[in-house]
């Protein structure tokens, strides 16, 4: 594969086109990526012409400014904190990079994301292994490098045992917290009891440095009970003689994509009527949250642990650090994903529907059975447009009538016409590469990263894997 190694200037004239913003679920924007969005459609319909449709911008800086944010929170509590980028969350080079650069760590799941993690510079030491399913090479691999690996059952652990790398492995113990009993990642307090018994008799081949987990859903209080659970093992190692030095609680921390007042009002709003198939789904993710990662973070460290002291303060006491492994967060505002559109078709049931050069596997959630509850941008080119409101769902390319972008009927100020582009906002966490692939033949999505040129124009890189700025 050919990368370009030189950014490319490039520049435009704002004319002869025209952002509608959406009404019912605009997206929260940074300033930065709002300038392009509302501001410069020409950029946008330039970069889609050369690399395609859709495609994925990239904001590699924004990472760098969501890790000082919340690097700044544990700061004012008086915690040690290490961040990992949880580089799972999105497939990009220049996001793998910023988070090196950012000076973080990366959290990662497979020995391909720690290639990527190594070939944009990371001290491999700032590496941790998080997953259930790492195979001996990983292992291996991690060993010898000096990674942390989080140790998620008895049978990886025995597997670490029996695996022939040299050096002494750095391990967390994943635990599983009472709330997440039915949950397949991480270890009872039985499993973890023998592996911290095993690891106090095997000193020569492992440093065992804490305690990890991961939660699903986004709230702060099943965090706070599963460090209540922890803080017990980490009196257990330690009466075993073993160090303890940090408490790793994964990641898990929220995005607000839209409006929480706007989100709200939309939520009691819409019904099954709103939707193609009639079908309202069940769960959406907190798209309207109030809180922020940093409010979300500050909440966590703040809330009383036990009796006398909160979470800051019973780490602190304990001499131990907080690690954390943002994905989606790390990377919010960091990416949009453009759809250039191709036609829009009168059904027989009058409604209408909006095909875009694309396919449902970014900016999408109809795969989960759920819906991404984030408004598109349109941007329309050519002669003057007057507004002429009309509803149609979203689809790509796909010969399967439930295989969609939207199954939600989106508000549209005016009829989108072909060549006009679909804004999808904040789509680096998991709503840019995790589903892609090249149904029909069509090419992989390209990905280029962007950041402030001279003289207010954008320099522009290609973000394909693997590739270097
Ligand atoms: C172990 C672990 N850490 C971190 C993450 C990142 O989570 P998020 O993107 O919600 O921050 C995940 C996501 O699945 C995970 O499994």
């Not at 709003?269 to 009639?278: C, F, K, M, V």
């Not at 447009?385 to 979203?394: D, F, K, N, S, W």
Request: with cysteine.
């Amino acid at each position: 594969m050919s990368h370009e190694t030189t950014p490319t200037r490039v520049d435009g004239d704002a004319t002869a086109a025209r952002a509608w913003s959406p009404t019912a679920l605009p997206p929260l924007l940074d300033s930065e990526v709002a300038h392009v969005a509302y501001h410069r459609p020409d950029w946008l319909r330039q970069w889609v012409e050369r690399y395609g449709s859709p495609l994925h911008v990239v904001w590699p800086k924004l990472l760098e400014r969501n890790a000082e944010a919340l690097q700044a929170v544990p700061r004012r509590h008086g915690v040690a904190l290490d961040v990992y980028y949880g580089a799972k969350v999105n497939k990009s080079q220049a996001l793998v990079r910023a988070a090196v650069e950012a000076g973080i760590g990366v959290d990662v799941s497979s020995e391909y994301e720690m290639q990527d993690a190594l070939l944009a510079g990371i001290d491999p030491r700032r590496l941790v292994a998080t997953g259930p399913a790492k195979t001996a090479r990983f292992h291996g691999q991690l060993v010898a490098r000096g990674a942390l690996i989080s140790v998620d059952s008895l049978e990886e652990f025995e597997a670490l045992q029996q695996n022939g790398a040299s050096g002494r492995a750095r391990v967390l113990l994943r635990c599983r917290p009472a709330s997440a009993r039915a949950s397949r990642f991480g270890m009872g307090e039985a499993d973890v009891t023998h592996c911290l018994r095993t690891l106090a008799a095997s000193r020569d081949r492992f440093a065992f440095e804490g305690f990890h987990f991961h939660l699903s859903g986004y709230d702060v209080a099943s965090r706070v009970q599963a460090l209540r659970e922890v803080m017990s093992q980490v009196a257990a190692a330690r009466e075993l003689g073993l160090g303890v030095q940090v408490i790793d609680i994964g990641g898990g921390l929220p995005i607000r994509y839209v409006d929480a007042e706007r989100y709200a009002a939309f939520l009691r709003s819409q019904d099954a009527t709103h939707y193609r198939n009639g079908k309202l789904p069940t769960s959406f993710y907190p798209y309207g949250g109030e809180l922020d990662a940093a409010a979300w973070l500050d909440e966590l460290l703040g809330t009383p642990l036990d009796a006398t002291s909160s979470v800051a303060e019973a780490l602190i006491a304990q001499g131990l650090r907080l690690a954390i492994e943002p994905g989606r967060s790390l990377v919010d505002q960091a990416a949009i994903t453009v759809f250039r559109v191709n036609r829009v078709k009168a059904l027989a049931d009058g409604r209408h529907v909006v095909y875009v050069e694309g396919s449902s596997f970014s900016a999408c959630e109809t795969w989960f059975a759920s819906e991404y509850l984030v408004d598109p941008i349109l941007l329309s080119f050519g002669a003057p447009r007057g507004e002429a409101p009309m509803r149609a769902y979203i689809a790509g390319h796909s010969c399967l009538d439930d295989d969609v972008i939207t199954n939600r009927l989106i508000d549209f100020a005016t009829k989108p016409e072909p060549g006009d582009l679909l804004v999808y906002a904040n789509t680096a966490g998991y709503q840019m590469d995790l589903l892609e692939n090249e149904f029909h033949r069509h090419p992989m999505p390209r990905r280029i990263a962007v950041r402030n040129g001279a003289a207010g124009g954008m320099e522009v890189w290609p973000d394909d894997k693997g590739s270097l700025e």
